[in-house]
DNA sequence: TGATAGATCGGCT
DNA sequence: GCCGATCTATCAG
């Protein structure tokens, strides 16, 4: 067993939200649980700024946005519609309120576990399963679908991102992904900025109708 | 493939 | 009380 890649400075995360967001595809996230490496690359993302519509950070802290306020390097967790769960990373200066979401990651490892967590229900499928391409996609293209793959819930809420369970580490390809940027998805206010960040051609980027 | 509704509840007005 | 940084099942074409 290799060690798993080492996290990114913190410092990482005080830089420019926007710019943030844009580096942070092709790097990796490295999730532990059980003492098993999980190991993704982040496909795609979207910035939350301050001063930003559509933005949980908009009306300034809340009880669910705090952690938003903390300084760059945290994680922030919430729950939507009820069921599903959204990670972000904190970045920017403590009392700023961005983040960057966390919409797609493309597993490098582990997917028989990944599939045991997203669909309890149904049996890894066997190699020759040729229907199976398209669910393996499923499993973490989408900010909700990769927080169940790899059991994120709200008590990792303010984890610092630079040691066990949960960490960033630098992009390990010398070659810069192609980087494509859209409007982001599922808002209704702040809509016109093109903040969402995505490989081209990656078919764990959601909406994946994004053919290079 | 595309449109639509339902699930389900915490956060916010 | 309403609605959401989502996902799935279902229906129409």
Excluded at 196 to 205: D, I, P
Aim: charged share 25%.
């Amino acid at each position: 067993m290799t060690a798993p890649p080492p996290p990114i400075s913190l410092k990482f995360y005080l830089g420019n939200t926007v710019e943030v967001a844009k580096q942070l595809i092709g790097m990796l996230l490295v999730r532990i649980i059980d003492g098993v490496t999980f190991v993704s690359r982040i496909v795609e993302t979207e910035a939350y700024r301050k001063d930003d519509p559509a933005s949980h950070s908009a009306s300034g802290p809340t009880d669910r946005c705090r952690i938003m306020f903390e300084t760059g390097g945290a994680l922030y967790v919430y729950q939507i519609y009820g069921i599903h769960f959204c990670m972000n990373v904190v970045t920017e200066a403590k009392g700023v309120g961005c983040a960057v979401l966390i919409r797609g990651i493309e597993p490098l490892d582990g997917f028989p576990l990944l599939w045991s967590r997203r669909f309890p229900n149904e049996p890894f499928p066997q190699e020759d399963d040729r229907s199976a391409r398209r669910r393996i996609a499923d499993l973490t293209n989408g900010p909700g679908k990769l927080c169940a793959a790899l059991g994120i819930t709200k008590s990792l809420n303010g984890h610092e991102l630079n040691r066990e369970p949960l960490w960033v580490s630098p992009r390990p390809e010398e070659e810069a992904p192609r980087i494509l940027s859209s409007r982001r998805i599922g808002i209704s206010r702040g809509v016109e900025r093109n903040w969402r960040f995505y490989e081209a051609g990656n078919r764990f980027a959601s909406r994946s109708r994004n053919r290079a």
